[in-house]
T-cell receptor
């Protein structure tokens, strides 16, 4: 049983560019949450998708957007990249009626 | 705004010793999570505490929750080097069931020396 998978593992972008990160949830899970973890900090909640809609959102600007597909996989898009967007981006999946969240390996984004 | 505070943020201890990590949170919640993170890795779930007075143990780690005091503790018994990692606590606001967005503490960086 595959766990949560994310792609790519590493990414280097330039300021002002746009980036798309991808997440496939654990088998049977229908809810995907995204987190940003800056170096040396705890993860910060970006948003959560359920039934292809944004269900919850943290304190992130509109430059951060997402999407969930019918197969429950999800994308995180970040526009107009800033140096401060450099971080590890974590995806977590869960089942709607369960409190457990399982994290993927993350995508390391570097903005230069 | 929900705030989660952990202390200490850095802990260096010797093998065989006992210690406790504390996690305070600012607003009522009945779900408290503990995660472990190794350098360069993702988060590994350790415990989920769902009610006041909940206590869970796995190996040398034991977690407890006091919702009235808004406090959780992670106790390490007879530490071994393999427990060296960063430990995070996190709290969620349930919104009618299911997993919700988590607010994390800054983490406790634990080093266990021989």
């Amino acid at each position: 049983d595959a766990g949560v998978t994310q792609s790519p593992t590493h990414l280097i972008k330039t300021r002002g560019q746009q980036v798309t990160l991808r997440c496939s949830p654990k088998s049977g899970h229908d809810t995907v949450s995204w987190y940003q973890q800056a170096l040396g900090q705890g993860p910060q909640f970006i948003f959560q998708y359920y039934e292809e809609e944004e269900r919850q959102r943290g304190n992130f600007p509109d430059r951060f957007s997402g999407h969930q597909f019918p197969n429950y996989s999800s994308e995180l898009n970040v526009n107009a990249l800033l140096l401060g967007d450099s971080a590890l981006y974590l995806c977590a999946s869960s089942f709607a009626d369960s409190y457990e969240q399982y994290f993927g390996p993350g995508t390391r984004l570097t903005v230069t | 705004e929900l705030k989660v505070e952990q202390n200490p943020l850095f802990l260096s201890m010797q093998e065989g010793k006992n210690y406790t990590i504390y996690c305070n949170y600012s607003t009522t919640s009945d779900r408290l999570y503990w995660y472990r993170q190794d350098p360069g890795k993702s988060l590994e779930s350790l415990f989920v505490l769902l009610s006041n007075g909940a206590v869970k143990q796995e190996g040398r780690l034991m977690a407890s929750l006091d919702t009235k005091a808004r406090l959780s503790t992670l106790h390490i018994t007879a530490a071994v080097h393999d427990l060296s990692a960063t430990y995070f606590c996190a709290v969620s606001f349930p919104q009618g069931g299911g997993a919700d967005g988590l607010t994390f503490g800054k983490g406790t960086h634990l080093i266990i020396q021989p």
